[in-house]
């Protein structure tokens, strides 16, 4: 753009940084049937609950990895998330398997239940391997 002066802005990933503010986009169709978004910025205060989420998410992977056995059943991923229990509210909805993997839907909400966000943790046992990576995705139901 003329004449805009650039914005510096850092992005989540191995390097040490630390988020000041964070942003909302919404995405509206217009009448002339293009997409148009609107961006509102909010200070540290209002990304917390998603950081709360974000430390429940990485927390939950951890405590997965490093279980000896994938669960079976919802109550036993339950049982072996709910060590994650201070950080936040964990519920599981699913659990399925195939002959390599076995995935686990979640709920995870912030500590004051005002933001919820469904994850899928999907556990890869290669010949029962611990600790065994988890990808975590974010789903749009659970």
């Not at 009448?31 to 990485?58: F, G, Q, S």
């Not at 951890?62 to 964990?90: K, M, N």
Request: contains cysteine; charged residues 20%.
């Amino acid at each position: 753009m003329e004449g805009a002066s650039p914005k510096r802005a850092s992005i989540l990933g191995s390097s040490p940084t630390r988020i000041t503010s964070s942003g909302i986009f919404t995405y509206t169709l217009g009448p002339d049937r293009a997409w148009h978004v609107n961006v509102a910025t909010r200070e540290t205060a209002a990304c917390l609950p998603a950081r709360e989420i974000d430390a429940l998410v990485r927390e939950a992977g951890r405590i997965l990895e490093h279980s000896a056995d994938a669960p079976t059943t919802v109550t036993q991923a339950q049982d072996v998330l709910d060590q994650t229990r201070p950080l936040g509210r964990l519920t599981v909805r699913k659990v399925a398997h195939d002959k390599r993997a076995t995935t686990v839907s979640a709920l995870l909400t912030n500590t004051a239940q005002t933001v919820g966000q469904c994850f899928l943790f999907t556990l890869s046992r290669p010949a029962n391997q611990v600790p065994s990576p988890v990808a975590v995705t974010p789903a749009s139901s659970c």
